[in-house]
């Protein structure tokens, strides 16, 4: 067998995992965040974009791709789940193609074979959540990020502002990571300071152009601006919650608290009432929210799940521990090459973010993917070393 019959033996297997985990699925019961996406993509299916109702809570983007769905095939969770398996699928491809550039075909292919075996990839597949969207975008992000590296064109700077600005619509995670890999760029590029400045202000526009119509969405339904959504206070309120431990703790009725907090109805002027009190908690007791910092680190890194049953976590550490410890080894030793470096800063930010916010093994997700590519890297090394002595 050839490396592309391989290939399309991995991408098969795949497909058929995340098929298979989302046709065993038949309701919502996973986690809150569930029903909440699942509803909100109805009720814009039901009422329009356009609607007050359907609000500036969420970034929209999975919201949208259920409601896309759902006006199109009827009310039918299980095609979700297949259009999420399909996804997953070609995100293992796309892990495929990383590996290749970090090193030959054979990195390529087991990258790719770590990917599709991964459980929580496979079980973010087959529920309603937007981690397996995230992950997709992420990846490309990525990807396109290389590309704009090795061709420094207007085309690939236009694509890489384009797909972040689509990601930032899904959850805006990598918008810290967006400046710093510019400033990486703008550094080692041999472009003169007039090129390098059009090609940025090239990625900042696409994103800008991507991000903009939900912006005016946002505008005509509230009259505010609100560039993508208003969770900023939520999101502060449960990692800095003072009984809390910086995680989601489902015996906290944030949502309660919330609303006595924000005292208005109004979702604008309440996500910044409430963020607002948040930070002054904050300000106040700088040290508990340090600690707090520092578990929600060690939460964010957690080969497991806490809380979840003992067998889901033996499996979830069986398959996590060696990925994040090949793969953040091998990123230290590429730390030199642009992949190395991109991926470091991906790590920092998505760390120092939810050290900020609040932490959940599954936040880490898009970050485990990339991984997965340095870790077959160093797996390729063992084997030629094996090779080599025999």
Not at 14 to 39: I, K, M, P, Y
Not at 206 to 235: D, K, Q
Request: net charge positive; with cysteine; aromatic share 12%.
């Amino acid at each position: 067998m050839n490396h592309r019959q391989y290939l399309w033996g991995l991408l098969a297997f795949a497909l058929l995992l995340r098929v298979s985990f989302g046709l065993s699925q038949s309701d919502l019961t996973n986690a809150s965040d569930e029903v909440h996406w699942d509803r909100l993509g109805q009720a814009y299916v039901a009422l329009g974009i356009l609607h007050p109702d359907t609000g500036m809570y969420r970034p929209p983007l999975y919201s949208l791709f259920l409601a896309g769905i759902y006006h199109t095939f009827g009310y039918k969770p299980v095609l979700v789940r297949v259009a999420q398996a399909i996804m997953g699928t070609i995100t293992c491809y796309l892990i495929y193609v990383l590996g290749c550039k970090m090193g030959r075909v054979l990195v390529g292919l087991i990258a790719a074979g770590l990917f599709a075996i991964y459980p929580l990839f496979i079980f973010f597949s087959g529920v309603l959540m937007a981690e397996t969207l995230l992950i997709f975008l992420t990846t490309i992000s990525f990807l396109c990020y290389i590309q704009f590296w090795e061709k420094n064109t207007f085309t690939m700077a236009m694509i890489f502002g384009g797909i972040v600005g689509l990601s930032a619509l899904c959850k805006p995670v990598l918008l810290p990571w967006l400046p710093l890999v510019l400033i990486f760029w703008w550094q080692k590029s041999r472009l003169t300071p007039v090129q390098k400045a059009s090609r940025v202000l090239t990625v900042v526009g696409a994103l800008c152009l991507i991000i903009l119509p939900w912006t005016a969405r946002n505008h005509i339904v509230s009259g505010e601006f609100v560039p993508i959504s208003t969770n900023l206070g939520i999101n502060l309120l449960v990692g800095a919650h003072p009984e809390g431990r910086g995680v989601y703790d489902n015996h906290i009725d944030y949502l309660a608290l919330y609303h006595t907090l924000a005292d208005t109805s109004h979702g604008t002027a309440a996500d910044r009432r409430v963020a607002g009190i948040v930070l002054g908690w904050i300000i106040a007791q700088p040290l508990h929210y340090l600690s707090l910092s520092i578990d929600k680190l060690l939460y964010f890194w957690c080969p497991w799940v806490p809380g979840e049953p003992p067998l889901y976590n033996a499996i979830a550490a069986l398959f996590c521990t060696p990925l994040l410890i090949l793969g953040l080894a091998g990123t230290f030793i590429q730390r030199h090459r642009p992949e190395g470096l991109a991926l470091i800063l991906l790590i920092i930010c998505m760390s120092l973010l939810h050290m900020v916010f609040f932490a959940h093994t599954r936040f880490r997700l898009p970050v485990d993917a990339v991984l997965c590519a340095p870790a077959a890297w160093i797996c390729v090394q063992w084997i030629n070393r094996i090779r080599r002595r025999a």
